[in-house]
């Protein structure tokens, strides 16, 4: 069974940047594609980011396009999420999550990790 650490969330100012961190045992983590989700408090927990198992296929939220980068290094068992001019609306608990089949589909992440809060205020 996968277990996931994930690390990096905190405190930031508009416009700053965040790397978060998710870090998996308990299996290949090249047998899996990634994603990271997110859900802000009142709202139901949405997608953000994914990527392939070889990480040649990424995928993107359009409200993060361009200011996300999701990343993995399977040497190290970790993924990464890159998030740069964050706004206040990216504020919310973001969440790593696998899947054994295609990252293209939400409902196919089967196993998450605990989350870490990101927040962005001035």
Sequence with gaps: ???????????????G?????????????????MGWF??????EREFVAGISGGGGVT????SVRGRFTISRDNAKNTVYLQM??????DTAIYYCA???????????????GQGTQVTVSS
């Design 59 to 62: 995928r993107y939220a359009s």
């Design 84 to 89: 740069n001019s964050l706004k206040p609306e």
């Design 98 to 112: 696998a899947t054994s089949r295609s990252i293209w589909y939400n409902s196919y992440y089967d196993s998450w």
């Design 17 to 33: 940047s965040l790397r978060l961190s998710c870090a998996v045992s308990g299996g290949t983590v090249d047998h899996y594609g």
């Design 38 to 43: 997110r859900q802000a408090p009142g709202k």
């Design 1 to 15: 069974q996968l277990q996931f650490t994930e690390s990096g969330g905190g405190l930031v100012q508009p416009g």
